[in-house]
């Protein structure tokens, strides 16, 4: 017990002396802002709560709620301004001081060991160059290759997400880490013009993650803290020298005229240590995006009516929204002063009120915004809108709200705890075929199995409230005009249910087709009547949309051919097989795609709907 005491004992000397020295030497400061006594003990109260307890958001929550919305504290060996106020925090990036505001966050040490001391791309002291650097990243924005390239990419990702369910039979994904593959695939592809294959661009991206762990450490502590953590000291320069390898490795293997934006890279004279911070700062950056899109997933997984009105815009404006929205909801922007019920997910309010757009800036506003938005929210706004049109997403604990997720937010913004989320595809199965097949069985299996919306066999719930069984059906079948009836009115509440779940995963034993079929069979020449109805056309129009919905025709089984109290059945296997010969001529007459099951046994029936619902595009 005496060697670790005498090692406590001399880290918290060492640690008291080199901040009662700080403090001392500042003792005398002016104090211009509300908040804190500049004193030795409020000093090292701050300090305490910085580097042990609070992230940056939180030690601002905390003073701004003791002091008021702009607070002046000593920071890490500064007097530093700290704020909640929407509104200067919108002077401060396009006010007539913001060109005062061009400094790197962060002490000259740190920034040296990270390798960007007056070398970044923005907040680098040199006004010009930042200007020069920004000129240099239109060349990322060109619309129409990042667009095209990101649907590619995404596609790709959605395709791995399908192969992986089929594979471990598991409905659930690291959304985070597919997101981040994405982005990081569309910025090799787009601004340096090349593509890694799923290994080398997960250990890019994991030296990206210990790249900001780094910047962290080395910007939000100060250097005498730096040996009193040894093992995180060398283990982050060895991150930094980490991803610096990578960022040579691939400029080793890059053709300078592949692409506009390395065209204009080395056009402009820059230094190979401007070239390397600039790339690094390419890279990295996939890493904000990715995080944004995954808080956006989340808030979208609470709010199903949001997804739907997403679904069906005609337009960018309300995605849009969302976006901005999901990037409002930090700590700075939760204040009722400035934002209308805050907490609560609301897109609307930016485009009712322009107001907040130029409130809500998370990338920044005028001359030193983030160079790379555009690029950004073009990626985001495709990435989101594929991966809903393909995939409904829920999270495995509901119970606890998105907005109270606990996030790191020091340097870049993090999950402390990363949710994998269950997901279904934004499909509908259908099953039909002659009566007593196993539709139902089926169906039933699968709801168990994949928790989709079960839409009941429409025409048991007619024959329930007409009051009619297997005896009045055989009446009325021998009454074409009745029996026309019956399957007109199927049509049209088989309409309305499929209407009601336009945007969920459902599993239907019935559609209109069963009743065209049986109209075929039974109504003579009038079932084409059926043809001029609205919703039989509707319906028919859905079910050629094979990325929506997947047919499957159960061919008969004589295991099933047994009476089940409710309809009548065939006769004879041959009438039974007569039905399902109706059914295939139907589905080839009105150009729509269809599965075959012929097999009895429930799990390979599993399987064969399982497969078709998750193939994939080689």
């Avoid at 402009?268 to 995006?289: F, G, R």
């Avoid at 604990?397 to 913004?413: A, G, M, Y």
């Avoid at 048991?460 to 009115?489: G, H, S, V």
Wanted: with cysteine.
């Amino acid at each position: 017990m005496f060697f670790p005491t005498n090692v406590l004992i001399t880290i918290i000397f060492t640690i008291l002396s080199v901040f009662l020295y700080d403090v001392c030497a500042q003792s005398q400061l002016h104090q211009p802002f509300r908040g804190p006594p500049l004193n030795i003990l409020t000093r090292l109260i701050i300090f305490i709560q910085l580097h042990f307890f609070l992230t940056v958001p939180e030690f601002t929550e905390f003073w701004c709620r003791l002091y008021g919305d702009t607070v002046g504290v000593w920071m890490n060996g500064e007097y530093t301004i700290i704020t909640c106020d929407a509104e200067l925090v919108q002077q401060i990036l396009d006010g007539i001081n913001s060109k005062n505001f061009i400094m790197c966050m962060g002490n000259d040490h740190g920034l040296k060991e990270l390798g960007m001391y007056q070398n970044v791309i923005v907040w680098n002291n040199d006004v010009s160059k930042w200007t020069l650097q920004k000129h240099i990243f239109q060349a990322l924005n060109a619309h129409h290759k990042a667009s095209m390239t990101t649907i590619e990419k995404t596609r790709q990702e959605i395709n791995r997400i399908k192969i992986s369910v089929l594979k471990n039979n598991v409905l659930t994904v690291d959304i985070l880490n597919v997101i981040r593959h994405i982005t990081l695939a569309i910025i090799l592809e787009v601004s340096l013009g090349i593509q890694l294959d799923s290994n080398k661009s997960q250990y890019l991206i994991d030296c990206i993650l210990d790249y900001f762990k780094a910047w962290k450490f080395f910007l939000m502590k100060p250097r005498f803290m730096w040996p009193l953590f040894p093992l995180q000291f060398f283990h982050h320069r060895k991150s930094i020298l980490k991803f610096r390898e990578e960022i040579q490795s691939i400029i080793s293997i890059l053709d300078p005229q592949s692409t506009i934006f390395l065209r204009q890279l080395h056009k402009n004279n820059l230094t190979d240590e401007e070239i390397q911070s600039i790339l690094e700062m390419v890279l990295a950056s996939t890493d904000s995006v990715s995080v944004s899109l995954y808080y956006t997933i989340l808030f979208l997984t609470e709010n199903k009516k949001i997804v739907n009105q997403l679904m069906d815009s005609s337009d960018d404006s309300f995605l849009d929204a969302v976006l901005q929205e999901s990037m409002r909801i930090a700590l700075l922007n939760r204040c009722q002063k400035w934002f209308e019920i805050p907490l609560k997910f609301d897109p609307q309010r930016f485009i009712q009120n322009e107001s907040s757009i130029s409130l809500s800036v998370p990338m920044g506003h005028g001359p030193i915004s983030c160079v790379g938005q555009h690029i950004a929210m073009v990626e985001m706004k495709t990435i989101l809108f594929e991966f809903f049109k393909e995939f409904i997403f829920t999270r495995m604990d509901e119970t606890r709200p998105i907005i109270d997720t606990k996030t790191r937010w020091d340097i870049v913004q993090r999950p402390i705890i990363k949710e994998v989320l269950n997901l279904l595809p934004r499909k509908k199965i259908v099953f039909i075929g002659a009566q007593s097949v196993g539709k139902t069985t089926l169906a039933n299996f699968i709801k168990s199995h994949m928790n989709g919306i079960m839409i009941s066999e429409t025409a048991r719930i007619i024959m329930k409230e007409l009051n009619l069984n297997t005896n009045t059906m055989k009446i009325l079948r021998n009454d074409p005009d009745k029996t026309f009836e019956f399957q007109a009115t199927s049509i049209k509440v088989q309409c309305e249910k499929e209407d009601e779940i336009e945007h969920e995963f459902a599993i239907l034993d019935r559609c209109a087709l069963d009743s065209i079929v049986y109209a075929q069979k039974f109504c003579k020449k009038r079932w084409r009547e059926l043809l001029d109805m609205k919703e039989t056309n509707k319906c028919i129009e859905r079910y050629r949309q094979k990325d929506r919905y997947i047919i499957f025709l159960i061919e008969p089984q004589k295991e099933c051919l047994e009476a089940d109290g409710t309809r009548s059945i065939p006769t004879n296997y041959e009438e039974w097989i007569s039905f399902s010969d109706s059914f295939k001529m139907a589905l080839k007459e009105f150009n729509i795609e269809f599965n075959i099951i012929n097999v009895l046994d429930i799990n390979q029936r599993y399987s064969i709907v399982k497969n078709a619902l998750f193939a994939h595009n080689i």
